[in-house]
């Protein structure tokens, strides 16, 4: 099976400070990726490299299929309704499913002639995911996605990330980032954990909590960022 | 991305028509009796390209930095290159579009006057066609300087530092020079000779002798001077050897505008006397040779400076791209 992501000697410099570091890492295909690590690990500048938001200052990333990004905070055009935004995606994506699209937005309860800047945050994020999944993406690359809402509007976005994963079968390649390990336990088999800009862990969970004989995904995540904070 | 960017625009181009519409009602209604409104709408033919430059320009990319917006637009389907030109092609044609609209209402209210003075070169800047190619290249500038200092005010105000300085170096550099000038030579006329100097107070030259312009109609001179055989320029030093008495014994002054409508009262008639004869000697080895762009030369330099804007405008554009293509 072909890796969705591959890293070979990865680096990212921003002015004085690595913000990554030395990173060689391979993300295999259909797989749902948790990508954790303090904040300031250099989980979003992984990401945005792999997007090609940012470029490298050192080594390669290549990512082999077609991405569906979803930027920290969610960002929309504040200007324009969630009706715009389905038709912004349209003119911009190659395979955008627009039946897709509309029936995530019902399903998510937005009004189509709502202006995006008057979306709650929950609203908001449930906008930027749908942007991303009706463009049938082969890697969907969501950076805290759930960082800024409340418990509620968590555990609902949580759950349509579950729900979108499980539609679209084996084809694609989720990858997404949190600084709560809760967020991701119940959603990910592959993880990878950063701390100071350095790959620290990364595998299947079953694997890594079988090998370092942890108890729980939490226990694996903690006692590895004392021995990196060492 | 060709609905987008009509999309993102639509509502600042609303407000410009809008404003243009408002203006030239106004303009319409209050009838072309009032001089001073010949002067604001030349003002507003002037700023237009400024603002525009600062409020479409400056936030277009600087905008989208600011409120990370570009993370969704630049992971689309569509490269950077590709989303920037569609952004640069259709807010700056609404912009030349606006400046053009703008300004062939000024040169159309102000026709009738304009043809009255005499001097089509003294409204050059905020008629016709050349205020197009200035919103072309302070839209292409403030996009720039957007891209660059990736926040949308300090942009503007850098938009609208640089935008100035480019348009007075342009006008006091190399507009007078665009087109190959008109040299007049004529003799120094005693009866029409003044001695004095002109400029803001602190940059005014030393006095010196100041023959009328000659009467062209509509057409732009660009110096005079007084020169002798060899073409070296009159010194203050033989100005003041050939006739000492210069200068002294007053001139003319200024009397109460009000009282009976002339603003002057003439020299004294030795005064007049003193200039007459300073200025007949001082004939005898000088000359005044007068540069200026004929009258027929007001369309030719409009579509050249029209044309070197919009070149400009394009290498801003450009130099966008690259920017933008860089960024991250």
């Known amino acids: 099976m072909d890796n969705a992501i591959e890293a070979n000697a990865l680096g990212k410099r921003y002015r004085r400070r690595w913000a990554l570091a030395d990173c060689t890492l391979t993300v295999p295909a259909?797989?749902?990726?948790?990508?954790?690590?303090?904040?300031?690990?250099?989980?979003?500048t992984l990401l945005e490299l792999a997007v090609g938001l940012l470029r490298p200052t050192t080594g390669t990333i290549t990512i082999r299929q077609r991405a569906g990004f979803v930027a920290q905070g969610a960002p929309v055009y504040a200007?324009?309704?969630?009706?715009?935004?389905l038709r912004m995606g349209q003119g911009l994506s190659a395979h955008w499913d627009a039946s897709l699209a509309w029936r995530r937005v019902h399903e998510a309860g937005l009004d189509p002639r709502q202006r995006a800047g008057r979306l709650s945050g929950g609203q908001r994020a449930q906008l930027a995911l749908t942007l991303a999944v009706?463009?049938?993406?082969?890697l969907l690359v969501l950076d805290e996605p759930a960082a800024n809402l409340d418990p509620l509007a968590r555990r609902d976005f949580l759950d349509s990330v579950t729900r979108a994963?499980?539609?679209?079968?084996?084809?694609?390649?989720?990858?997404?980032?949190?600084?709560?390990?809760?967020?991701?336990?119940?959603?990910?088999?592959?993880?990878?954990?950063?701390?100071g800009g350095q790959v620290r862990l990364a595998g299947p969970v079953d694997t890594l909590l079988a090998h370092h004989r942890a108890r729980s995904l939490d226990d694996l995540v903690v006692s590895c960022l004392r021995e990196a904070a060492r | 991305m060709s609905w987008l960017a009509w999309r993102q625009s639509r509502a600042q181009t609303t407000i410009a028509l809008a404003a243009v519409l408002a203006v030239s009602a106004a303009a319409f209604a209050s009838g072309r009796a009032?001089?001073?409104?010949?002067?604001?709408?030349?003002?507003?033919?002037?700023?237009?390209?400024?603002?525009?430059?600062?409020?479409?320009?400056?936030?277009?990319?600087?905008?989208?930095?600011?409120?990370?917006?570009?993370?969704?637009?630049?992971?689309?389907?569509?490269?950077?290159?590709?989303?920037?030109?569609?952004?640069?092609?259709?807010?700056?044609?609404?912009a030349m579009a606006a400046a053009g609209l703008s300004s062939w209402l000024v040169?159309?209210?102000?026709?009738?006057?304009?043809?009255?003075?005499?001097?089509?070169?003294?409204?050059?800047?905020?008629?016709?066609?050349?205020?197009?190619?200035?919103?072309?290249?302070?839209?292409?500038?403030?996009?720039?300087?957007?891209?660059?200092?990736?926040?949308?005010?300090?942009?503007?105000?850098?938009?609208?530092?640089?935008?100035?300085?480019?348009?007075?170096?342009?006008?006091?550099?190399?507009?007078?020079?665009?087109?190959?000038?008109?040299s007049l030579v004529l003799p120094l006329n005693p009866s029409a000779t003044g001695y004095g100097s002109s400029g803001f107070l602190p940059l005014a030259p030393s006095?010196?002798?100041?023959?009328?312009?000659?009467d062209l109609p509509n057409a732009w001179v660009t110096s005079i001077a007084i020169v002798n055989a060899k073409g070296d320029a009159l010194t203050s030093g033989e100005l003041a050897s050939t006739c000492?008495?210069?200068?002294?014994?007053?001139?003319?002054?200024?009397?109460?505008?009000?009282?009976?409508?002339?603003?002057?009262?003439?020299?004294?008639?030795?005064?007049?006397?003193?200039?007459?004869?300073?200025?007949?000697?001082?004939?005898?080895?000088?000359?005044?040779?007068?540069?200026?762009?004929?009258?027929?030369?007001?369309?030719?330099l409009q579509s050249e400076e029209l044309g070197v804007f919009l070149a400009a405008a394009l290498l801003l554009a450009a130099a966008c791209a690259w920017r933008v293509r860089r960024i991250g």
């Open chain 1, 79 to 85: 200007d324009l309704s969630v009706a715009d935004h």
């Open chain 2, 244 to 300: 000492p008495d210069i200068g002294h014994g007053g001139g003319g002054g200024i009397v109460n505008p009000l009282a009976n409508g002339s603003s002057h009262v003439p020299a004294s008639p030795g005064v007049a006397n003193t200039m007459h004869d300073c200025v007949t000697r001082i004939a005898a080895a000088y000359h005044e040779v007068v540069t200026y762009q004929p009258a027929s030369r007001y369309w030719p």
């Open chain 2, 207 to 214: 006095p010196s002798l100041q023959p009328a312009a000659p």
């Open chain 1, 30 to 44: 259909g797989q749902v990726v948790g990508l954790v690590g303090p904040n300031g690990a250099g989980k979003t």
């Open chain 1, 165 to 195: 994963v499980a539609a679209s079968g084996e084809n694609m390649t989720t990858v997404f980032s949190s600084h709560l390990v809760a967020d991701l336990e119940r959603t990910c088999g592959y993880l990878i954990l950063l701390a």
């Open chain 2, 107 to 182: 040169t159309w209210w102000a026709g009738p006057l304009d043809r009255a003075g005499l001097d089509q070169f003294g409204s050059f800047d905020s008629r016709d066609i050349v205020p197009v190619g200035y919103a072309a290249f302070a839209f292409a500038l403030g996009v720039l300087l957007g891209a660059l200092l990736r926040r949308t005010v300090p942009a503007m105000a850098a938009t609208l530092v640089v935008f100035t300085a480019a348009r007075l170096a342009f006008r006091l550099l190399a507009r007078p020079a665009l087109l190959p000038r008109v």
């Open chain 1, 134 to 138: 009706a463009r049938r993406p082969e």
């Open chain 2, 34 to 94: 009032d001089a001073t409104i010949r002067l604001w709408l030349s003002v507003l033919a002037v700023v237009v390209p400024g603002l525009l430059g600062m409020f479409w320009g400056a936030p277009l990319v600087a905008g989208e930095l600011e409120s990370g917006s570009f993370r969704l637009a630049w992971t689309q389907d569509i490269s950077r290159v590709r989303w920037l030109g569609w952004r640069l092609a259709v807010t700056g044609l609404a």
